[in-house]
């Protein structure tokens, strides 16, 4: 009798782990968290926020697959700001005066281009100072490699 139990209990428990194995590989299909927030913190830094501030929390609220190797991703992050527009005038303005060849005269008015955009997206979003946080919502778009999920504009 307990050969007939232990031969069932076998059948019974083989399935079981085939169909959980199969659940996991569903769930490892997309990206992972981990290449979310890369992916994010990636594309954050071409933001003109990216002077100011960084990004934190970063949460996936829904995904849509657009074929075997490209997802679209919407994410939810916190940006923080570290610093105010103003302190960042000032490292510019600083930076302008002591530039003295062309690469740095370059990468000054760069900055001062950076400051220009930041500027004016405070103005259409509101101020803010160092300190404060803003929740985004957006989404991006990421692309199978051959090393895992990568950002792709």
């Not at 740095?104 to 400051?115: F, H, K, Y």
Request: hydrophobic letters at 40%.
């Amino acid at each position: 009798m307990q050969r007939i139990n232990r031969f069932f209990a076998f059948f019974l428990i083989l399935p079981s782990l085939a169909i959980l194995s199969a659940c996991d590989d569903a769930t490892t299909e997309g990206p992972t968290g981990d290449e979310i927030t890369t992916a994010v913190i990636e594309r954050f830094r071409d933001d003109p926020y990216a002077k100011v501030g960084h990004v934190e929390n970063v949460t996936k609220t829904n995904s849509i697959k657009e074929a075997n190797d490209e997802t679209t991703v919407m994410v939810r992050y916190e940006l923080v700001f570290d610093r105010s527009i103003a302190d960042f005038a000032d490292d510019v303005t600083e930076k302008g005066k002591s530039a003295g060849d062309l690469d740095t005269v370059g990468n000054t008015v760069s900055e001062a281009i950076d400051l220009v955009k930041t500027k004016m997206l405070a103005l259409k979003e509101g101020d803010f100072k160092a300190g404060d946080r803003r929740i985004v919502e957006s989404e991006i778009r990421l692309v199978k490699s051959e090393k895992g999920w990568i950002y792709r504009p």
